[in-house]
């Protein structure tokens, strides 16, 4: 997934993942599903100062985020993260999921519009289930990838997360020209993406409010 769209003039909505269709952060409990949870807790009590500084907004959100990824996943095969991927994506996502987001995707969908799943998380578990959802892309982070197939937890190019995720939203709408524009966050990493658009939505109190 991740291509861009042929011309099209189908309203287009774009849905932000993490706390807007599921009820919170899917990236750690992915990490836990891959490496279990005497690992997982071991590694976090590890990596406590730089979550530390990440929340104390001394850290900045990609450079955290590769030191959290490097720590987990640094030396796994892709395939095998796909692997992992494709099971959690099954097993673990659906409990996680936020009614409230998911009745918004269900609407545009019944009505032929596009939906397409703009996420700072990772590919190898979201592009299962976007598939399985019939979303008609995704873009997100994706992990980069050695000569032999293995990873060392860096990502490639940018986080897409705030104005990174704007410009991929942009670059995606590039051959098309869709009559209504719609998109649904949760995060101030969300604002960009929801301000460019025509109809932007934030979850906030268990409810969407437009944005502006």
Not at 12 to 29: C, N
Not at 135 to 144: G, P
Request: glycine letters at 8%; a positive charge; aromatic letters at 12%.
């Amino acid at each position: 997934m991740n291509q861009l769209p042929e011309f099209d003039t189908r309203p287009v909505a774009f849905f932000d993942f993490d706390g807007t269709l599921t009820t919170g952060d899917t990236l750690m409990p992915f990490l836990k599903f891959v490496v279990g949870k005497p690992t997982y807790y071991a590694k976090l009590a590890l990596l406590s100062p730089v979550l530390g500084a990440y929340y104390a907004k001394l850290l900045r959100n990609d450079i955290a985020k590769q030191i959290v990824l490097k720590q987990y996943l640094g030396g796994y095969h892709i395939d095998e993260l796909f692997r992992f991927g494709e099971r959690f994506s099954e097993e673990v996502i659906p409990t996680m999921l936020r009614l409230e987001g998911m009745e918004r995707l269900r609407w545009h969908q019944a009505q032929g519009h596009e939906c397409v799943l703009v996420s700072a998380s990772m590919n190898v578990y979201l592009e299962f289930w976007a598939k399985r959802e019939r979303f008609s892309d995704v873009i997100c982070t994706a992990l980069e990838v050695g000569k032999t197939g293995h990873v060392s937890g860096k990502i490639q190019g940018k986080n897409c997360h705030g104005k990174e995720k704007l410009k991929r939203v942009m670059r995606w709408q590039a051959n098309c020209s869709p009559i209504g524009t719609y998109a649904y966050g949760d995060t101030s990493g969300d604002i960009p993406m929801l301000t460019y658009v025509e109809n932007g939505f934030v979850f906030t109190k268990k409810s969407f409010r437009r944005v502006g």
